[in-house]
Protein backbone atom coordinates (compact mmCIF):
# COMPACT_ATOMS: atom_id res chain seq x y z
CA UNK A 1 0.00 0.00 0.00
CA UNK A 2 1.10 3.26 -1.00
CA UNK A 3 0.05 6.54 0.83
CA UNK A 4 0.95 9.77 -1.33
CA UNK A 5 0.48 13.76 0.41
CA UNK A 6 0.33 16.75 -1.43
CA UNK A 7 2.18 19.77 -0.34
CA UNK A 8 2.98 23.64 -2.16
CA UNK A 9 -0.60 24.53 -2.99
CA UNK A 10 -1.62 27.95 -2.24
CA UNK A 11 -2.83 31.07 -4.37
CA UNK A 12 -1.07 32.85 -6.75
CA UNK A 13 -1.68 36.06 -9.19
CA UNK A 14 -1.69 35.10 -12.96
CA UNK A 15 1.76 34.50 -14.72
CA UNK A 16 2.99 33.45 -11.16
CA UNK A 17 4.80 30.05 -9.96
CA UNK A 18 4.35 27.37 -7.84
CA UNK A 19 6.08 24.04 -6.93
CA UNK A 20 3.94 21.06 -6.04
CA UNK A 21 5.34 18.11 -3.89
CA UNK A 22 3.97 15.12 -3.24
CA UNK A 23 6.26 12.43 -0.60
CA UNK A 24 5.59 8.56 -0.71
CA UNK A 25 5.04 6.53 1.93
CA UNK A 26 4.54 2.55 2.53
CA UNK A 27 6.65 1.78 -0.71
CA UNK A 28 10.16 2.69 -2.37
CA UNK A 29 8.33 4.13 -5.56
CA UNK A 30 11.87 4.27 -7.61
CA UNK A 31 9.91 1.57 -9.79
CA UNK A 32 6.88 3.36 -10.15
CA UNK A 33 5.45 5.51 -12.46
CA UNK A 34 4.37 8.80 -10.51
CA UNK A 35 1.93 11.31 -12.11
CA UNK A 36 -0.79 14.31 -11.09
CA UNK A 37 -4.09 15.01 -12.47
CA UNK A 38 -6.41 17.96 -11.22
CA UNK A 39 -10.37 18.50 -10.74
CA UNK A 40 -11.71 22.17 -11.33
CA UNK A 41 -15.00 22.69 -9.68
CA UNK A 42 -18.16 21.21 -11.85
CA UNK A 43 -15.59 19.18 -14.29
CA UNK A 44 -13.93 15.95 -14.67
CA UNK A 45 -10.25 15.06 -13.25
CA UNK A 46 -7.84 16.15 -16.06
CA UNK A 47 -4.52 14.55 -16.70
CA UNK A 48 -1.66 17.10 -15.68
CA UNK A 49 1.70 15.28 -16.01
CA UNK A 50 3.47 11.95 -15.88
CA UNK A 51 7.23 10.71 -15.34
CA UNK A 52 7.77 6.89 -16.29
CA UNK A 53 10.42 5.17 -13.57
CA UNK A 54 13.15 5.56 -16.28
CA UNK A 55 12.03 9.49 -16.70
CA UNK A 56 10.44 9.86 -19.54
CA UNK A 57 7.95 12.46 -19.62
CA UNK A 58 4.18 13.07 -20.98
CA UNK A 59 2.19 16.29 -20.31
CA UNK A 60 -1.28 17.08 -20.72
CA UNK A 61 -2.07 19.49 -23.84
CA UNK A 62 -3.21 22.39 -22.03
CA UNK A 63 0.09 22.35 -19.79
CA UNK A 64 2.96 21.66 -22.29
CA UNK A 65 5.69 24.40 -21.85
CA UNK A 66 4.85 25.31 -18.68
CA UNK A 67 4.54 22.84 -15.85
CA UNK A 68 7.30 20.49 -15.67
CA UNK A 69 7.29 17.28 -13.80
CA UNK A 70 10.33 15.41 -11.87
CA UNK A 71 10.99 12.61 -9.17
CA UNK A 72 13.83 12.46 -6.51
CA UNK A 73 13.62 8.67 -5.83
CA UNK A 74 16.37 9.00 -3.05
CA UNK A 75 13.34 11.07 -1.13
CA UNK A 76 10.53 9.36 -2.21
CA UNK A 77 9.11 12.48 -3.82
CA UNK A 78 7.87 13.50 -6.99
CA UNK A 79 7.42 17.51 -8.02
CA UNK A 80 5.50 19.65 -10.16
CA UNK A 81 6.82 23.08 -10.98
CA UNK A 82 4.31 25.20 -12.55
CA UNK A 83 5.41 28.72 -14.08
CA UNK A 84 3.17 30.98 -16.27
CA UNK A 85 -0.17 29.93 -14.32
CA UNK A 86 -3.24 31.25 -15.53
CA UNK A 87 -6.59 31.62 -13.99
CA UNK A 88 -7.83 28.47 -15.66
CA UNK A 89 -4.90 26.05 -14.30
CA UNK A 90 -7.19 26.57 -10.70
CA UNK A 91 -7.93 23.40 -9.52
CA UNK A 92 -6.98 20.55 -6.63
CA UNK A 93 -4.13 19.13 -8.01
CA UNK A 94 -4.04 14.90 -7.28
CA UNK A 95 -0.50 13.02 -7.39
CA UNK A 96 -1.04 9.46 -8.25
CA UNK A 97 1.51 6.90 -8.80
CA UNK A 98 1.31 2.88 -9.88
CA UNK A 99 3.50 0.05 -10.24
CA UNK A 100 2.33 -0.11 -14.01
CA UNK A 101 2.40 2.59 -16.93
CA UNK A 102 0.06 2.27 -19.20
CA UNK A 103 2.15 4.14 -22.50
CA UNK A 104 -1.36 4.19 -24.62
CA UNK A 105 -3.77 5.24 -21.57
CA UNK A 106 -1.82 6.74 -18.52
CA UNK A 107 -4.06 9.99 -19.21
CA UNK A 108 -6.94 8.09 -17.87
CA UNK A 109 -7.62 8.01 -14.46
CA UNK A 110 -8.57 4.53 -14.18
CA UNK A 111 -4.70 3.49 -15.08
CA UNK A 112 -3.99 5.05 -11.51
CA UNK A 113 -3.66 2.98 -8.46
CA UNK A 114 -2.95 5.10 -5.76
CA UNK A 115 -4.06 8.67 -5.26
CA UNK A 116 -3.34 11.60 -2.79
CA UNK A 117 -5.99 13.64 -0.88
CA UNK A 118 -5.26 16.87 -3.09
CA UNK A 119 -3.96 20.21 -3.12
CA UNK A 120 -5.69 23.27 -3.96
CA UNK A 121 -3.97 25.81 -6.59
CA UNK A 122 -5.89 29.15 -6.64
CA UNK A 123 -4.35 31.42 -9.46
CA UNK A 124 -6.03 34.69 -9.47
CA UNK A 125 -6.64 37.18 -12.96
Known amino acids: QVQLVESGGGLVQAGGSLHLSCTAS????????MGWFRQAPGKEREFVAT???????YYGNSVKGRFTISRDNAKNMVYLQMNSLEPEDTAVYYC???????????????????WGQGTQVTVSS
Open 96 to 114: VTDRSFYSGSYYLTRRWSY
Open 51 to 57: ITWFDYT
Open 26 to 33: GSAISTYA
